[in-house]
């Protein structure tokens, strides 16, 4: 029998009705003849809510500064979420006669690092799914979750359950892993800020890839570098369309490389990262706050580099470290537009070009093989996904 890894994203599971279409659409696929695996998420805006409530209880009277939970306790906090979901769309399941057993993440031998709050799996060993599929069972597993080698809950940062649908997928010798969220697929831009976007069929695992690190929220990027390292073929599906046996379109990942600019990926939420002083210290600072770096510059003048805000819940503390190094100044309110394709980056004329189609000069302007990227205030980040998108991408499909 074949095994197909089914994972659904928040927004499928948002309330009990939705739960209860994806429930149907498992079984469905079970008496189709496979086994299944379904990773799940944590129901609609769960994990924002939990998180909120972690920093209220930081800031509650008493306590005194930096008002900033600690990783590991966000972790046992938020990692409740997915466990929600397991059991209740187990418990629909089986009221639907299907057999369905729930795991965690560690029950799911899902092994990680100790990096908190934005761990990484370092080894899947799922005998335990694989003993439950040979009884027959669905086996639904809790997503965005792992257990560190010292046996400590850890989560694998915003948007992770996909990590974990593909690692299991490649662990269990999975030919295809599905996708399903609100969206059908990926478009040569975000359809809600550039309306003449294309769905694109068809995606290569680098391009793919490196639209994720650059904020393209459908796929996650550690999910992607998984299905590139163990050929796992990625659907990416709109869980509406696939409901009452019936079906759409969707976006396959694919491991062949296809060369040029295939899409244009908007950004919020970013810092721009400026120092002059101990640039090697300042890094090292990173690397001690768990702060990830985005496109590290180093030059005479010092130190250029992005930070992502979205999985670096402690910043405050990267700050007081960073002053330590010398001058610095963090900038708040940015975002970042990027074009991508393999070879997009390779070209001067490309890069000319991306330079004048925009409106108005950046603040930092950075290319790589991948990717061409430019840094703006956040509101201006619409008009300039527009502009490459028509300069660069509309015009040639
Ligand atoms: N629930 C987690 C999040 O909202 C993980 C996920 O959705 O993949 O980031
Ligand atoms: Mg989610």
Known sequence: ????????????????????????????????????????????????????????????????????PPRRELD??????????????????????????????????????DRHFDAKIIEVRPFRVEDELARGRIVIVAGYQGMSYRREITTLGRGGSDTTAVALAAALGAERCEIYSDVDGVYTADPRSVPDAAHLPELDCDTMQEMAEAGAKVLNARAVEWAKKSGVVIAA???????????????????????????????RKLALLRSSGDTTALLAAAADANVPLRDVTLDGAGLTASISLLNAPDLRHFCELARRTGP????????????????????????????????EAPSWFTSSPLRVSAFLPEGAVPDAERAWHAAFVGTTR
């Open 1 to 68: 029998m074949t095994i197909v890894v089914q994972k659904f994203g928040g927004s499928s599971l948002a309330d009990l009705e939705r739960l209860g279409r994806v429930a149907e659409l498992v079984v469905r696929t079970r008496r189709a003849g496979h086994d299944v695996v379904v990773v799940v998420s944590a129901m609609g805006k769960t994990t924002d809510g939990l998180l909120a409530l972690g920093r209220d209880a930081a800031r509650l009277p008493g306590s005194e500064a930096p008002p900033e």
């Open 76 to 113: 046992m906090l938020v990692s409740t979420g997915e466990r929600v979901s397991m059991a209740l769309l187990s418990i629909a399941i089986r009221a639907r006669g299907g057999d369905a057993v729930s795991l965690t993440g560690s029950q799911s031998g899902i092994i990680t690092n």
């Open 237 to 267: 599906r709109r869980s509406a369309d696939f409901a009452d046996g019936a079906s759409g379109l969707e976006t396959r990942v694919l491991a062949a490389a296809q060369a040029g600019a295939r899409a244009v990926v908007g950004d």
């Open 328 to 359: 610095f100044s963090l900038e708040a309110g940015m975002g970042q537009v990027s074009l991508v394709g393999v070879g997009v980056g390779n070209e001067p004329a490309t890069i000319a070009a991306a330079r004048r189609a925009l409106p």
